[in-house]
């Protein structure tokens, strides 16, 4: 359910990814048999070659990763965590069409990281 | 995941079927996204003995599935209508919000999705929340 524009992480490569990412990460928190998450996938892959370069996006499949999704609270899925120099900004949940996807995760980054 | 057996997956479809019936909802238009709830569902009640909803991430499924609240219809259905997994749904595809409180997140993706059967489902809206399971907080929905 990636692309070679979203990258797979997992419990074991999530710190080492955060750390040495030079871009916004956005990480889509998803799972196999979520309807939701099906439905958004199309917008989270166009997204990533639309910003490719500018935000980095990533996928983590909550059924295989216990540690993350906990860590960072998440509950409903699909759960999108934007993530600027390191740091956790911002947290929202749901299907969405892509232009709102966009917003969504826009609201959380300064314009310098647009 | 593993996937279900044909005896659990004829069993949630005849349960979508007969829930869309009483509530009035029909299932999302995309026929891939109804498939996946169904597939998740049928698959937690061949591994917790109940179909816990797929569309959210637990600590423990085992624990959570010692409550109601995520068995699906779950709580937020019950008593708002609402299924954010968007298997009980308007013939639009968006789930109905009308009953939510204004700071669920469904308000706020979806905003007001009014209930065009609202003589029918909302079986527990007059009932409190489920209690969630042993040792986690009262934290109620999301």
């Known amino acids: 359910m990636a692309s070679d524009k979203i990258l797979v992480l997992t419990d074991s490569n999530f710190k080492e990814t955060l750390e040495k990412s030079s871009t916004p990460l956005v990480i889509d928190f ?20 639309e910003l490719k370069g500018k935000i980095q996006f990533a996928k983590m499949d909550v059924d295989s990763n216990q540690q993350v999704p ?8 699909p759960t999108f965590a934007v993530f600027n120099k390191g740091n956790l900004c911002g947290k929202f949940t749901g299907a969405m069409a892509k232009d709102q996807l966009k917003k969504e995760i826009f609201r959380y980054l300064p314009e310098s990281a647009q | 995941m593993k996937e279900p057996s044909p005896k659990s997956l004829e069993r949630m479809r005849t349960f979508v079927r007969k829930y869309n019936e009483k509530t009035g909802t029909t299932t999302h238009p995309k026929a891939e996204v109804t498939d996946s709830v169904v597939h998740g569902l049928a698959s937690h009640l061949d591994e917790l003995g109940k179909p816990l909803c797929p569309c959210n991430f ?85």
């Open chain 1, 30 to 49: 998803w799972a196999e048999w979520c309807g939701p998450c099906k439905m958004v996938a199309p917008s989270v892959e166009e997204l990533a070659e």
């Open chain 1, 70 to 77: 906990m860590q960072f609270a998440v509950r409903s899925i």
């Open chain 2, 58 to 142: 637990y600590p423990d499924k085992k624990t959570e599935a010692t409550s109601r609240r995520w068995i699906c219809a779950c709580d937020e259905m019950k008593r708002w209508k609402y299924c954010h997994c968007l298997l009980f749904v308007r013939a639009d595809g968006l789930p109905i919000t009308e009953y939510l409180p204004a700071d669920h997140e469904g308000r706020q993706i979806y905003g007001l999705v009014t209930d065009p059967t609202p003589d029918k489902g909302r079986e527990s809206r007059d009932l409190p929340p489920s209690s969630p399971p042993e040792g986690e907080g009262a934290e109620g929905g999301h």
